[in-house]
Every structure is written in C-alpha cells, then in structure tokens.
C-alpha cells in the first residue's frame, strides 16, 4: 500500500535504503546452522523453558508494572541476557559469554537454571511482586526432580542473574534527566492532548553492547527551509490527520497495531521459538540476541533525541506558519491518529526498536523469509508478515500513518536499528568453534 503522493519507484528506493543494512546482516551466514547443543527439557513438559519465561517475565514487565516500551527493553535485556550466560555455560560455551561463564558440566538441569536466572533478576527489578514472583519460581522447581542436578542448575542460574545485576547497577535506569522544552521554530515542546515529557533518561542509559549512545549519530533532521522537510510535513499532515480521508481502513490498523504498548513483538519471538523449534539454548541465544540489539538500539535512538530535540508533527503543523517554509501551511486545529509519545521526534524509537530486532531475527535464522503474526487488543487485529523485512517497512510508514513522525525520523531511526544489529554479531555472541 502506497503513502500518499508516493510513487512506485519512490516506494521501493525508500524501502532499498531501509535494507541495505539487513541485507548485509543477514548474508553474514547462518547461526542456526551452527548450533550444536540441542539438550532438551528436564521438567517433564514439551515447553521450551526459555520461552516460558519469557511469557512470565512479559507479565512482571507489562501486565503488572505497565513499563513503557522504553523501559520494557532494558527489562527484557537483563532476563535473557542471563538466561543465556546460564545455558551458554550448561552447554560448554559453545559461543562467546555475554558477561560470565559459570562453571559447569553439562549435567546441570537447564529448566533449573532458567527459572533461576529468571526469577532472580525480575526479582530485583520488580521487588514489589516477589510474592507472586516466588509463588511463580516454586511451581516451576516443583516440576524439576530433586537431585544434584536440579541443585547445579539453580547455582548456574544464580551466578548468571548476580552478573547481570551487577553489570547494571548504576546503570542510569530511571535518572531525572528531562528534555528541554523549546519554543523555537523547530524545537520539541510537549505535546497535545496529554503536554507529558518522560523517557528523557534513556538517552543516557549505559548500553548493553555499543561502546557509546552516541555511537551512530546521524547529521540530524532536514532544514525548516528544506524541501525534504516540506515533504515530510505535507506527507504527514495528509495522511496522518485523525480525520484524513486519504487514510486506508488498513492504514489505520496498522497505525494502532504498531503502538500497542502491549507489544506484539514479544509474543512474535516465542512464535517464532516455538515453530521454528529451537532447542533452549538457541532459544536462549535467540532471545538475547534481539533483545539486547532492541535495548541498545532504543537508547541510541533516544540519544539522538536528545541532541535534536527536534519538534514533532503535532508541533509543526500547527505551528508551520513560523518555520520559513513556504511549501508548508499551518493548521492550528490539526491532530494525528495516534496520541504523540511524550519525547521529541527525531529519531523514532520504535523503528530503531523493529529494524534491531527484524535484522537480529534475520541474521539469526539466516534468511528474511519466515512467516509470523501477531495480536494486537489494541487494534483488536492480528497482523501477518511474510518475513523480517517486510515488518519494517510496516512500521516505517505505520508511524507517518499514525501522525506521530516524520518519513525521515523513521528511515534514520531504522538505519541506527540496524547498524546496532551489525556491530552485535560482529563482536558479540559468536560461535567458539
């Protein structure tokens, strides 16, 4: 589905400028093919241990706290970053450690050590639901036999979660960093209808694998005279109007799906875990992989948030008769779809998010072309997807479609999403052997 005023060909060089990146990842080679432990469940339960504590950790992290998808990402980093360091080691470190590599054997019950791992760093990031979370802990070693095994498992799982709560101690999580409020032509100030600021936090949040937030900075939005900004300002006022006419019923749910803060790209990696039928370490692996990319991805995105501070759509449009451009005309009524998220626009966080998962996904399945779903109650649809890069493109224009950012602000931020990717699988969780 075309945007408005796009053309074919301006369609596919806007969608080649997005994947040239992925492209490059993906043709790295093949880590699936590369796995050679494939030790399976010891709780007496076809589950993939991995993936069920996953779907526990998404009910600490969003059914019970409700973080936002910016804090959701460095939650989910620290569970699956040491769940893998726990199998890792079980399986004789086949691949690089993320942060240790606790001695072990082999013989150690794997279910034992994901659920410690697990419990135990969700427990420090949430010590308001230890009860539930302990409940939950219990019921999951109650399955596990008794024995030395069960026992080697827990300490592995132990000393993985101690590693990855100590590496983010201090770590900038939660700081009282806010964002300037402008009142320049160009400058982010809160917004319509709720006029919140938050997230500023993250822009300074120690990363989990980049050396520096700052590490791929881009030259920044369009100029206010430009042309590119006149383009993405009319495209944006156009179809991403709360009463565009223009606007596909398709658009539209797309828009919603793609903001659910319930996000689907959760449940969208058990999917995968699930019918691609990874063993618990490439599960492990897998979950890692991406979500330590989506963390890193988010506060460098965040970081150039902060050194723009660029105003958004909501902002330009109504406010367009001070910006000297005279390809643009102010509507001081205009409203998007979407409610604006509380933080400047350039770059969009959610497709620095998307495109560090979808090229993580690619490069770790080796190929682009695997199907998946996902269910949104927000837009009560589920979408499906043909592959990782077709799920980028979506969410490049569902964010113009939702009226929440500028073309531009979603193709950088989807470039630094992928350039996150790349320097991961170049210096982390490489085979050994």
């Known amino acids: ?22 492209a490059a990842i993906v043709t790295v080679g093949s880590p699936v093919a ?3 432990s494939s030790f399976a469940s010891d709780s007496g339960t076809p589950d993939n241990a991995v993936v069920v504590w996953d ?30 360091d726990a199998l890792n080691a079980i399986a004789g470190t086949p691949y690089q450690p993320y942060l240790v590599a606790p001695a072990a054997d082999g013989t150690e019950s794997a279910d034992a050590a994901v659920a410690t791992a697990s419990f135990l760093v969700l427990n420090a990031l949430f010590p308001d639901q230890q009860a539930r ?42 700081g009282s960093q806010t964002w300037p409020v402008g009142t320049q032509p160009g400058q982010w100030r809160p917004t319509p209808p709720t006029f919140a600021s938050d997230g500023a936090w993250v822009a300074h949040l120690k990363p989990f694998l980049i050396p520096s937030a700052s590490m791929f900075r881009t030259s920044g939005p369009p100029a206010l005279t430009s042309a590119q900004y006149a383009r993405d300002i009319n495209e944006v006022k156009a179809i991403g109007s709360a009463t565009s006419t ?29 019918t691609r039928r990874l063993s618990p370490l490439q599960a492990a692996r897998m979950f890692a992989m991406v979500d330590l990319a989506e963390a890193d991805a988010t506060t460098a995105c965040y970081n150039e948030k902060a050194a723009w501070n660029f ?13 000297g451009n005279p390809k643009t005309v102010a509507d001081p009524a205009w409203m998007p779809l979407l409610v604006t998220p509380p933080h400047p626009d350039f770059t969009s966080g959610h497709t620095c998010f998307t495109a560090a998962s979808m090229s993580a996904l690619a490069y770790f399945f080796g190929r682009d072309d695997i199907p998946f779903s996902g269910f949104s109650a927000d837009s009560g649809t589920t979408r499906y997807f043909r592959g990782f890069s077709q799920a980028l493109a979506e969410v490049v224009n569902a964010r113009v ?27 982390y969780f490489k085979p050994r052997r």
């Open 1 to 22: 589905m075309l945007a408005s005023g796009e053309t074919g060909r301006a369609t596919v060089l806007r969608r080649k400028a997005v994947f040239l990146a992925v």
């Open 34 to 36: 590369l796995e050679g």
């Open 55 to 84: 779907r526990n950790a998404q009910t600490a992290i969003w059914d019970n706290a409700h973080q936002q998808p910016q804090v959701q990402a460095r939650s989910f980093a620290m569970v699956h970053g040491a769940v893998y």
């Open 133 to 174: 979370l302990r409940t939950q802990y219990d019921e999951a070693l109650a399955a596990i036999p008794d024995g030395t095994a069960k026992q080697r498992g827990i300490t592995v799982g132990t000393q993985a979660a101690d590693a990855m709560i100590a590496a983010r101690r201090d770590d900038g999580a939660f």
């Open 246 to 274: 223009i606007r596909t019923a398709d658009q539209t749910q797309a828009a919603i799906w793609w903001h659910d803060r319930h996000l689907a790209e959760w449940e969208i990696k058990r999917q995968l875990a699930t």
């Open 311 to 323: 105003w958004r759509p909501v902002t330009a449009i109504q406010l367009a008769d001070t910006d």
């Open 401 to 427: 479609w939702g009226g929440i950012h500028t073309r531009t602000a979603d193709l950088q931020g989807a470039k630094i999403g992928a350039q996150v990717t790349a320097y991961m699988v170049t210096h």
